[in-house]
């Protein structure tokens, strides 16, 4: 069953869809515009409104009122209205998948900038900050303050790497700059007494605590050094010299005695260590003093590895543990044991076998 659709006209009484077209707008003084295209007829308009119906449900009609047609003119001035609606807002009509579209094509044309996708975006950074507030900025401030544990962490972490500065540099002191301040002024003192032996000048017989007297050769460890008299550090042993023990209780014979025990004793580490290879020597290695006048050859004939420092027994006339019986012309050379500490005393002996005037030149043991 088909009901009949009451159209405008009976409920109204006005002919429905009638032109919708207003007169076009025009400012004063424009030219005048082309005529527009003349409107359809209502029954035309009636019959493309009725084929726009859908179809008709055979158990139940609605009522529906179909929208009226739009005329050419209306939808022109709609889409020329929309046009100039989103061009003043800069917005674009559609959805939002249309709307990122054009900000793209938009940013591409004009080279705006990007969202958060394409780069940083600015428009934070130009905007205005808003000023802090007393109290925030007071809980600012004490959040960037450091907290005792950071400050205490801190003073630890500076207190360990100032003492690994100062440690490396007191090592490095030890170990490089004494050597090469004591080898200066041992090759000093070595060169002062050549110039004096050369120059003719006499040696008295009683030499002043420090001073050279004699030059120390050991071939096999290519050690020169000077002899001076006593054992101190700081006059003798830390200037690189060799010292002989001269002085009090521990004094001992001089080369040119008839018999007698020659000590010495120089540095194993720093301090330009003289005798820090003297545990290499071995049974009938040479070693010769030079005086002014004489060289005096040794040849060793045993070591004492490791003995306490207060054996001194060692620079007996005959000593101790060196195998020697009977008075005769020994020298003794004593330093510090293991290396890089003085627990110990190492300790190698030997036996003069030649006394060479200088005047018939070198021994063979410094030819060789």
Known sequence: MTALRPEREDLYGETPYESYRSAPYAAAGDPPTAPMPPMASA???DEQATTLLPPVDDETVALR?????????????????ASSASSATGTTPGGRAARRKAAKRRGGRHGGTRGPAGGPDTSSESSPQR?????????????RKPGPAVVASRAIGEVFITTGVLMLLFVTYQLWWTNVRAHAQA??????????????KRAPGVFEPGQGFAILHIPKLDVLAPIAEGVSNKKVLDKGMVGHYGEGALKTAMPDAKTG??????????HGEPFRYINRLTAGDAVV?????????????STLPVTPPSNTSVLNPIPRGSGFTEPGRYITLTTCTPEFTS?????????????????KGKPDALIE
């Open 43 to 45: 029954a035309s308009m």
């Open 65 to 81: 009122i179909p929208a009226p047609p739009q005329s050419p003119e209306s939808g022109f001035l709609r889409a020329s209205a």
């Open 261 to 270: 025990n020659f000590g010495l004793a120089a540095h194993r580490n720093t």
């Open 343 to 359: 627990k110990y005393r190492l300790i190698v002996w030997g036996k003069m076998v030649e006394e060479r005037p200088r005047s």
């Open 289 to 301: 003093v030079e005086t002014q006048d004489t060289y005096f050859v040794y040849k060793v004939t």
């Open 131 to 143: 000023p802090l507030s007393r109290v925030e900025a007071r809980r600012q401030a004490r959040l």
């Open 187 to 200: 090759g000093s003192e070595t060169h002062q007494l050549q110039d004096d032996w050369a120059s003719g």
